[in-house]
């Protein structure tokens, strides 16, 4: 089955593969198939990605250029896995997961490479290490720039 279809963007593959993910999660077999078409398809649109950061960067200097989309480093999908039964706000803004209203959780998003953004109340994963990034930006001015798909709201007790 064609999982992916409407997929135009990366942002958009990921959004279409957490609907799944939401969906399918306690059928193995059926995720293996959706995670094998996600994979195919990050890394067709990881190609055309570089080619608009190779452009982006070549007006940059070199400490401030953007690093390459490698799908293969992509661990988005499994930590997704790993976190959509924790109940707390999840967004994915842009290629960056958000996790909001998630203190009970602090622990467990550390060890998975989350870190804490305490201008924006949030834990973050952009699958690489922290940068120092000063950004001004307010989280509504992020998510319009980048785009955001809500995963989950968080479950009032």
């Known amino acids: 089955m064609e999982w992916f279809g409407s997929a135009e963007s990366i942002e958009q593959l990921k959004g279409e593969y957490l ?3 939401k969906k399918w999660k306690n059928d ?9 078409q ?3 398809l990050l890394a067709q649109f990881g190609v055309e990605l570089n080619k608009k950061i190779e452009q982006e960067n070549q007006s940059l200097p070199e400490d401030r250029q953007k690093e390459k989309f490698e799908a293969s480093s992509d661990k988005f999908a499994d930590i997704l ?19 909001f209203d998630s203190y009970e959780y602090k622990e ?3 060890e998975l ?8 109340k949030a834990w973050v ?7 120092k990034v000063r950004s001004r930006n307010k989280m509504n001015d992020i998510r319009r720039k980048w785009g955001t798909e809500i995963v989950k709201e968080k479950e009032e007790a």
């Open 108 to 110: 467990q998003l550390k």
């Open 125 to 131: 994963y952009s699958g690489s290490a922290k940068k």
């Open 28 to 36: 193995a077999d059926l995720m293996a198939e959706i995670r094998e």
């Open 38 to 40: 996600y994979e195919n």
């Open 81 to 99: 896995l790993k976190i959509i039964d924790f109940n707390m706000r999840i967004e994915v803004i842009g290629q960056w997961i958000w996790c």
């Open 19 to 21: 609907t799944y993910a």
């Open 113 to 120: 490479g989350f870190w804490y953004s305490a201008s924006k």
